[in-house]
């Protein structure tokens, strides 16, 4: 999601590094290379020209900030601003009307029929509703079986239309039939169509007089860039929508729509697809898309994303398991599982400040997917009473467990090796051990106590090693020591060796 712009704008704060002071020709020169970057990801061109002057009146006319450089100064403005470009606040649906009644509108194949089975699952899960799909779509062939598929899918009714009743007297029907059945949100998939349609546009109008939706959202391709906008502005003239889904966000490396589509329609982006999974429904946070533009992470997401899969109360029992060194390979495979719900490792790694650099200088083999998948597969080929005392894994049950699994006996020894070393590592960091360090805190493997645990014990884990903390330690020391004295150590060295040879 906006990595060449997140690419174009770090290269364009390059231009501030080092300047003692913001002035008129340095910031001219930085703000050239930012308007660039913003025309090149497809945001319009009057927005840009906005933003642009916007920022400059702020560099020149506000004071550097105390304890901030100007290339930090800078950093502030623009992500204020961006925040204010994608919208300002946060703008959910009107959730007070019972039932709530939701109307999709856009173009053909822009994802109106998944992003109503999307919000269909999320308005259930963080609000409690009870859904109604009601396929209005007789136009497109299998349109409306999609939707039923979902239904289903999801476990929620939906109407049951054919492709030879009226779309304006289907929706009106669904209506009853809604409230009947007691759903308290009624979600209209309407038929994709062109602005430039003037009978299909009136449909639309005929189907908001008669059901009289809360919410209009128009759904938009995010890769389409400047076209979605300018669709956009069409369909709220004509109907007036309330507000905008943009889909395929995560295949978004530009961000042109979302960033344009505030200030040329006046209707925010309230919801973002970022995935094929029916779970994959965001609500869309302007200032946190604009941290995650700057490359500053998105921790609040990550978070939010932790909470809605990982128990509290499970949490806490894991961490006195951790504890107890009683962590074994039937929870191991849990949290691993888990941690794949909350989506792709490099989609979770990306929301944390300053790993998005980090990732980039690791380069490609970075990512543990296909490390964390083999280890699953290892521990799946285990039987339970494996998995629950490890102790018993002898040379027989380890060939059994590589033949189950598709590897060789030494990769799964050394999985073996590597979990009984991170469990004793987990155990010194949750406080396990009976000896206590310095200022009352558990002695840890090689050190002397009230510090951190020598990390390479982790090395070798799925993820661990593929971000450099195996051995990760001693790589470090080595890394500090520069050229210039490894030459006076070597130097002194030998003036020591000169002055011994010269005694005898």
Sequence with gaps: MFESLQERLGNAFQKFKGQKRLDEDNVREGLREVRLALLEADVNFKVVKGFVDQVKERALGEEVMKGLNPGQQIVKIVNEELTELLGGEQQGLDLSAKPLKLMMVGLQGSGKTTSSGKLALYLRKHHGRKPYLVPADVYRPAAIDQLHTLARQLDVPAYPSTTDMNPVDICRDAMVKAAELGCDLILFDTAGRLHIDETLMDELGNIRQACSPQEILFVADAMTGQDAVTVAEAFNDKLGITGVVLTKMDGDARGGAALSI???????????????????????????????????????????????EIDEDEAKAMAEKMAKAEFDFEDFLGHMRKLKKLGSMEGL?????????????????????????????????????????????????????????????????????????????????????????????????????GAMPDMSALGGMPGMDALGMGGAGEESARRTVSKKTLKERKKKKLNKQARKKKKK
């Design 262 to 308: 505030k200030t040329v329609t006046g209707r925010s982006v309230k919801f973002v697809g970022v995935g094929e999974k029916l779970s994959d429904m965001e609500l869309f946070h302007p200032d946190r898309i604009a941290s995650r533009i700057l490359g500053m992470g998105d921790m609040m997401t990550l978070i939010e994303k932790a909470q809605s």
């Design 349 to 449: 790694l990306k929301m944390i400040p300053g790993m998005g650099n980090v990732m980039k200088q690791l380069g490609k083999d970075a990512l543990p997917e296909d490390e964390m998948r083999r280890t699953e597969a290892i521990i799946s080929s285990m039987t339970r009473q494996e998995r629950r005392q490890p102790a018993l894994i002898n040379q027989s049950r380890k060939e059994r467990i590589a033949r189950g699994s598709g590897v060789k006996v030494a990769d799964v020894n050394v999985l073996i090796k590597n979990f009984k070393q991170m469990s004793k590592v987990m155990q010194a960091m949750m406080g396990g051990g009976k000896k206590k360090g310095k200022f009352g805190l558990p002695k840890l493997p090689g050190l002397g106590g």
